[in-house]
């Protein structure tokens, strides 16, 4: 039987504001807090009862679908994004933010089937920013269609990106060295502290572009569809096609603006788990 996507993506909206309700009564107050590969790779009570929620309300709905999920993963579940549906979720992309009551962290989920993106949802309720995607139906932010900026000047760009959760040396250094070549050329440097908000904010038209490597698929699968859906073009920081499972991205207002942020950076490739 052929999945429902409009009754899929009604069900999973739900979900996502009953989790939003959530994040957002604690999001004042004091949290337990547990370090997962480091000091600043964090882990709350609420990452993971959020992520409990939405995959056992899908699981409700649609009992063979497949999950990628980061709580999930960082317990020692490997992440493989096969043809089957399949959620990709971070219950909260920005957990420092969390941590500290920065109103910038959100629920980030997107389904995919066939390995293609279909449905995407980032939805920060502490700020009441609700960006849906479907595919071939357009980008919008609390029901307002949205789309890029269009930008196609390099010295006219608002970047996002951020120093991750990892303070490997090798990776410190070339993310210093990219903040070093891009502050020279364009407007300004932006980070929310989201990888999944950095994109939203591309695909609004706040941003004009935005690159990170050392991120994982739930950080940018919902992101994704976004920023096309948008308007905008996601890619590979090297300037080859997305690949979702790669751990980087590059999405831009324009092909053209992409084509010029892509010789300027230096590459890095994380491994699977650094």
Not at 148 to 176: K, M, N, Q, Y
Not at 242 to 267: F, G, H, I, N, Y
């Amino acid at each position: 039987m052929a999945l429902n996507l409009d009754e899929c993506y009604e069900h999973v909206l739900g979900l996502v504001s009953q989790a939003g309700e959530i994040i957002a009564s604690r999001n004042s107050g004091e949290k337990a807090v547990v370090e997962k590969s480091s000091n600043i790779d964090l882990l709350t009570e609420t990452d993971q009862q959020v992520e409990r929620l939405l995959m056992d309300g899908i699981l409700a709905k649609y009992a063979d679908h497949k999950f990628i999920g980061e709580e999930e993963t960082s317990a020692g579940k490997k992440a493989e994004l096969t043809d089957a549906p399949t959620w990709i979720i971070d219950p909260v992309d920005g957990t420092m933010n969390f941590v500290h009551s920065f109103p910038h962290s959100c629920v980030s989920i997107a389904l995919l089937v066939n390995k293609v993106a279909e449905i995407a949802i980032i939805y920060n309720p502490v700020l009441n920013q609700k960006f849906t995607a479907r595919r071939g139906q357009g980008a919008f932010m609390n029901g307002t269609q949205i789309r890029v900026s269009g930008e196609t000047r390099l010295e006219h760009a608002l970047v996002t990106t951020e120093f991750g959760t990892s303070r490997d040396e090798e990776r410190t250094a070339i993310v210093l060295e990219n903040i070093g070549k891009l502050v020279r050329v364009v407007h300004g440097i932006r980070s929310l502290g989201s990888a999944a908000l950095n994109m939203a904010m591309v695909a609004l038209g706040g941003a004009d572009f935005n690159y990170e490597a050392g991120i994982h698929a739930w950080d940018i699968a919902a992101g994704d569809l976004l920023v096309r859906e948008a308007g905008g073009v996601c890619l590979d920081p090297a300037g080859g096609p997305l690949d979702l499972m790669s751990r980087r991205v590059l999405c831009a207002s324009s092909q053209e603006l992409a084509d010029k942020v892509v010789p300027l950076l230096t590459q890095y490739y994380p491994q699977p788990r650094d």
